[in-house]
């Protein structure tokens, strides 16, 4: 169960974690009493704060999405997020649940591939300590430790990180901007689902913002008798 609110998750900002989320819910009235949690987390002084700031419209449905039993789940975004590059896909990959990428509770597993050559650039392997799984008793989920031996291990072959990447390309292509992804692995069915798409909001409206001025110099030129070259 998950907040879905009006401007969440929006070109220039994003409201990502101030609504609260409930994993692995059991039956209806788990679920029901979820989603009236999670819609009353609407209302907590964070978010009440962060859309007065940002001046952001009021409404929030809330989803109820079928769990995926992730043996692997991470982020992706569509351009290099430290640099800004538009040319390559940025994967970050652990255990279990995504939950704990997403929360910084562990060091995961960092992949760089090439939109243009289509190969893995660079390969970091994370401490993977923990992970985050259903809890088969009380319901919900649980953290656990790693086993030893798999933390040294990539958790992703390298056919996975080229089939995310391409699924990646594809979120991008569809909404015409780089994009933040949210996705999972299942266990059983070792299919990836692609859980979430919101707009990168750290380099894509900064080189809007340059694109803008560009095109405002070069009116200005005209205007002011300038010359303008064409390439």
């Given at each position: 169960?998950?907040?879905?609110?009006?401007?969440?998750?929006?070109?220039?900002?994003?409201?990502?974690?101030?609504?609260?989320?409930?994993?692995?819910?059991?039956?209806?009235?788990?679920?029901?009493?979820?989603?009236?949690?999670?819609?009353?987390?609407?209302?907590?002084?964070?978010?009440?704060?962060?859309?007065?700031?940002?001046?952001?419209?009021?409404?929030?449905?809330?989803?109820?999405?079928?769990?995926?039993?992730?043996?692997?789940?991470?982020?992706?975004?569509?351009?290099?997020?430290?640099?800004?590059?538009?040319?390559?896909?940025?994967?970050?990959?652990?255990?279990?649940?995504?939950?704990?990428?997403?929360?910084?509770?562990?060091?995961?597993?960092?992949?760089?591939?090439?939109?243009?050559?289509?190969e893995l650039l660079r390969t970091r392997i994370g401490t993977k300590e923990v992970e985050c799984v259903p809890d088969s008793v009380g319901g919900g989920t649980?953290?656990?430790?790693?086993?030893?031996?798999?933390?040294?291990?990539?958790?992703?072959?390298?056919?996975?990180?080229?089939?995310?990447?391409?699924?990646?390309?594809?979120?991008?292509?569809?909404?015409?901007?780089?994009?933040?992804?949210?996705?999972?692995?299942?266990?059983a069915l070792d299919e990836v689902f692609l859980l979430q798409a919101r707009p990168e909001t750290v380099f894509t409206p900064k080189r809007a913002v340059v694109?803008?001025?560009?095109?405002?110099?070069?009116?200005?030129?005209?205007?002011?008798?300038?010359?303008?070259?064409?390439?």
């Open positions: 169960v998950r907040s879905s609110a009006v401007a969440e998750d929006a070109a220039d900002a994003s409201f990502a974690g101030m609504q609260s989320t409930f994993l692995w819910l059991r039956g209806p009235d788990e679920a029901l009493d979820g989603v009236r949690r999670c819609w009353a987390s609407y209302f907590n002084a964070e978010a009440l704060a962060y859309r007065a700031d940002h001046g952001a419209a009021g409404g929030m449905a809330v989803a109820v999405q079928y769990m995926v039993d992730a043996r692997v789940a991470g982020v992706m975004f569509t351009l290099n997020p430290v640099s800004g590059d538009p040319s390559t896909v940025a994967i970050d990959a652990s255990y279990g649940l995504g939950v704990t990428v997403v929360g910084g509770e562990v060091t995961p597993d960092s992949y760089l591939y090439s939109k243009v050559t289509r649980v953290v656990r430790e790693v086993p030893v031996e798999l933390r040294a291990r990539p958790c992703l072959e390298p056919a996975e990180v080229a089939r995310l990447a391409e699924l990646g390309r594809s979120v991008e292509r569809h909404y015409g901007r780089p994009m933040d992804v949210e996705w999972a692995i299942d266990r694109q803008a001025g560009s095109a405002a110099d070069r009116v200005a030129a005209l205007y002011l008798g300038g010359t303008l070259l064409r390439s």
